[in-house]
């Protein structure tokens, strides 16, 4: 193909056998991998192999389809026919099943999207205001702490007798930060047995004052001091059977309420809940506040909040300790008094989620159970919903409403359930009472079935539809196309395909492209035929075409070409101790990394001839820079030889890396 004594390429496409053509395809697509021991049993094998091809069909009347063949052919197509349809007919329905089992899934994940979003909205939401309460209720008694030292060092007095001025004032201000509307916010000081009766002189006195001062704070105009003062009672008191006002006695001490907003007469009680001991009023807060004092930090018990005289919702007593003195974070600091609030957790889930997205459920659930009725507190253990602390709300978007004091969730949602700890005070157990537990509470969020009924719709059934009518025209116009266009158009457009996959094997895009511009008659089967033989047609009868004997060949001269040869150093003793799948290997890793390396810069594989590879620059597209191309190719190949025979090393043996690459330029 090259000559060495010119500079000339001649790179001819005349018709040649099919064998050789079948060889030079073969070797060039191996990269030479079959080239073992030297290039004449490369060219051996190679032409026996084509041989073998030409043998087996790959000529031209094999192809052909006689007409008995046709008729058995006919009938063939007929059943493929039917099976074609039948696999159409089981595709639109897996396809359709499919389509529906996607788009449900769809509004599923759309579904669970919606739902992760909401609850950790409300989540955060709730718990950002929790946490802001808390740290506002902190702030606030450290306050009324230190206001009261500061006076009682300038007057020389102590607790309890200190009423806190401008009490509507500091104590609106606390509330509007509890995320709850009108909570109720008290003040109880502790009173020993010896100050008791100095205490009830006390509160009569100071009583008129703090009455007066709430009043016009908070607006009242149907209230004055002296009504409310005439709805006090005047002792430190409990209520008694039939709700009636006992005086407290005993040597125990008594946390009296004291002053608290808003101002006004309970919802459930005519009367004034000053005097009223905090600690007999019920056992849950008798409970709060024993754990309060023994741990000396803030704890969330349970209670009845009432909304008027006949309804109540349930919600969470909470006791603030004040301490005497500025210094709240001494350990020898005395508990002089307790801020008892009363929050509805209701309020907490309102006005989190936006109008329309409605259905989810919060489940609030509290670690510590409710008081049995003689006076225990419940065990964790064979417990039914009323002995458990557990409310459950609906969150409607801005709205939410209480649906009862048990956990009311959906069983079918239990796996997208979302927890997260709602209320945790950081209570050391060690420091509890002996039968208290640490309130914590969790609050678990639900979806329901109202949520995921508003994100269904008929999309499933509307696609399935019509992917099921889109198969149907499908098959119909199948099924029409095929019996219009029959039997022979398939076999001649088959055998078209054939022929162009075997040109684009063959011939470089260049020389494919010209044969079709040029010789658009002349099929790959006429070269195959010999010299006296003629094209057949498809019916097995002959056509009268002249073959493509004597056709004038396509060939082109590459004045300017440089031929690059690489040859493996030392390749001969390597081999010959080593088994044929190694040799295979070695050649077969090199050569294709010449392949890959030859793409890049455009150099145009040749053959391969036992180790000898060999490529041109320069065609079958012209550059002007050939000789530059050849050169980096012959180096880039050196370089890769080395990097490929380390690679290979360890698995065909410590010599490999000996190998090296003879290259040579001849231009």
């Not at 600091?333 to 109008?355: C, G, H, S, T």
């Amino acid at each position: 193909m090259a000559n060495s004594s010119s500079e000339a390429f001649d790179m001819r496409s005349a018709p040649p056998k099919k064998s050789r053509v079948a060889q030079k395809s073969t070797n060039s697509s191996s990269g030479g991998g079959s080239d073992s021991r030297s290039g004449s049993e490369s060219r051996s094998g190679s032409e026996s192999k084509s041989g073998s091809e030409s043998a087996n069909g790959i000529g031209a009347h094999q192809d052909y389809v006689p007409p008995d063949v046709a008729k058995r052919e006919e009938a063939n197509v007929l059943r493929a026919r039917g099976l074609v349809a039948a696999i159409l007919l089981l595709a639109m329905a897996g396809v359709g099943t499919a389509t529906s089992l996607l788009v449900k899934q769809q509004e599923r994940d759309s579904f669970e999207n919606k739902f992760a979003g909401h609850s950790t909205e409300i989540l955060t939401v709730a718990g950002s205001k929790a946490n802001q309460f808390f740290d506002a209720l902190d702030s606030f008694a450290s306050s009324i702490g230190a206001q009261a030292a500061a006076e009682h060092a300038l007057l020389n007095t102590s607790w309890p007798f200190y009423r806190i001025p401008e009490w509507s004032v500091q104590a609106q201000k606390l509330a509007q930060l509890t995320g709850v509307y009108e909570p109720f916010v008290g003040v109880a000081p502790i009173v020993q047995e010896a100050e008791r009766d100095q205490w009830n002189s006390f509160a009569r006195e100071q009583n008129p004052i703090w009455y007066q001062e709430s009043i016009e704070h908070e607006g009242y105009t149907k209230l004055t001091a002296q009504g409310l003062v005439n709805l006090t009672i005047p002792f430190t008191y409990y209520l008694g059977p039939g709700f009636r006002p006992t005086p407290v006695s005993g040597p125990d001490e008594v946390v009296p309420y004291f002053q608290s907003y808003p101002i006004g007469l309970p919802k459930e009680l005519p009367i004034m809940l000053t005097n009223i001991d905090a600690l007999l009023s019920s056992q849950e807060t008798e409970e709060v506040y024993r754990i309060t004092k023994a741990t000396r930090k803030p704890t969330v018990g349970y209670t009845q909040i009432a909304v008027d005289i006949e309804h109540s919702v349930p919600g969470s007593q909470i006791i603030q300790p004040i301490f005497d003195g500025p210094d709240t974070d001494a350990d020898d600091r005395k508990m002089v008094a307790v801020v008892l609030i009363q929050i509805p957790w209701l309020d907490y889930f309102k006005n989190v989620l936006a109008e329309g997205e409605d259905g989810i459920i919060v489940v609030l659930e509290s670690a510590c159970n409710k008081f049995l009725a003689d006076g225990s507190l419940s065990a964790r253990q064979n417990l039914t919903d009323s002995e458990r602390n557990i409310m459950t709300y609906q969150v409607d978007g801005p709205n939410a409403v209480l649906l009862g004091e048990a956990d009311l969730h959906d069983p079918e949602y239990d796996a997208l359930v979302v927890n997260d700890i709602f209320v945790d005070l950081q209570v050391d157990q060690s420091q509890l009472p002996q039968g208290s537990c640490v309130p914590v509470l969790t609050l678990h969020v639900y979806p329901s079935a109202e949520l995921e009924d508003s994100l269904q719709t008929d999309n499933a059934v509307i696609y399935t539809v019509v992917v099921v009518v889109i198969f149907l025209f499908t098959t119909l116009v199948f099924l029409l196309y095929d019996y219009s266009v029959g039997k022979r158009q398939r076999t001649v457009m088959e055998r078209i395909m054939k022929q162009d996959r075997i040109v684009s094997d063959v011939f470089p895009t260049a020389i494919r492209d010209r044969l079709y511009e040029n010789q658009a008659n002349i099929t790959m089967n006429d070269n195959e035929l010999g010299e006296d033989d003629e094209p057949l047609g498809l019916d097995g009868t002959f056509t009268g075409r002249s073959s493509s004997i004597g056709s004038a060949p396509l060939a082109d001269l590459f004045p300017s070409v440089t031929l690059v040869f690489a040859d493996l150093v030392g390749f001969t003793a390597w081999s010959s101790a080593r088994e044929p799948h190694q040799v295979f290997i070695l050649l077969e890793s090199i050569f294709g990394a010449f392949d890959k390396i030859a793409y890049r810069h455009g150099v145009f594989k040749v053959e391969t001839v036992g180790d000898c590879y060999v490529g041109a620059a320069g065609i079958p597209e012209p550059t002007k820079d050939h000789a530059v191309v050849a050169c980096r190719f012959a180096r880039e190949c050196v370089k890769k030889m080395k990097d490929v025979t380390l690679k290979l090393e360890v698995s065909l043996g410590p010599d490999t890396s000996d190998l090296d690459l003879r290259t040579g330029i001849h231009r």
